[in-house]
């Protein structure tokens, strides 16, 4: 059975919609501004027409270059993984962003929650290791919840911290709270979790810094 295509049912080519999601993910700009750089380049939609697609079309992108890069990955072995949390705020009350990098800046997986315990680690731990297997090595910082849950799993003999071992995980942060500030914050739990799901793919789609 052929495969119906998603866009079929819009008048404005594919590679045009590309455009406009990629440059809308990849780079710290407004809807408004990805309106005005289409508009240069000669097509003409309005900013409310870029958050539709990327609305629609963003976790399709992501997810095609997510299985590409994870059935290429799990041929290889990821020895050492760093772990991290930031402080993200979803109207004005704190949630934690949690991210998984690989030993060479590749973001494995972005996990959302409301606390910082045992019980949100664990998750995130389940759901990386579901995804990408098990590494030798776990690379975190000081905080408990990591050590706890890595008992629970059975690794607490793999985790590592250290004051600069972490810094690769650290890093990873950065593109996503440039982004973070041209969207002028979020204001849904499920927005925030969508949207870093699909800027960690397209960011590893975009990422020519690995290391060989």
């Known amino acids: ?75 290889g072995t990821h020895w050492q993984w760093h772990l991290d949390e930031v402080f993200v705020k979803i109207n004005g009350e704190q949630h934690y962003l949690w991210r998984a990098v690989d030993h060479e800046g590749e973001v494995l997986e972005s996990f959302v929650t409301k606390r910082r315990d045992r019980k949100s680690a664990l998750k995130f731990l389940r759901k990386t290791m579901k995804r990408h297997g098990n590494p030798q090595i776990f690379v975190t910082d000081k905080l408990r919840s990591y050590g706890a849950a890595m008992k629970v799993i059975g690794s607490a003999d793999k985790q590592e911290t250290g004051r600069w071992l972490n810094n ?45």
């Open 168 to 212: 690769r995980a650290e890093n990873s942060h950065q593109p996503f709270r440039r982004r973070e500030r041209a969207m002028i914050r979020f204001r849904r739990m499920r927005t925030l979790q969508k949207f870093v799901a699909v800027h960690a793919s397209i960011h590893n789609h975009f990422n020519a810094e690995r290391h060989l």
């Open 1 to 75: 059975m052929t495969k119906r295509s998603p866009f079929r049912y819009f008048t404005t080519s594919p590679e045009v919609i590309r455009l406009a999601v990629m440059m809308y993910i990849r780079f710290p700009l407004s809807l408004w501004n990805v309106e005005d750089l289409l508009h240069e380049r000669g097509i003409d939609n309005s900013h409310e027409t870029v958050r539709f697609w990327w609305n629609r079309f963003g976790p399709l992108f992501a997810a095609e270059i997510r299985r590409r890069r994870v059935d290429r990955m799990r041929s």
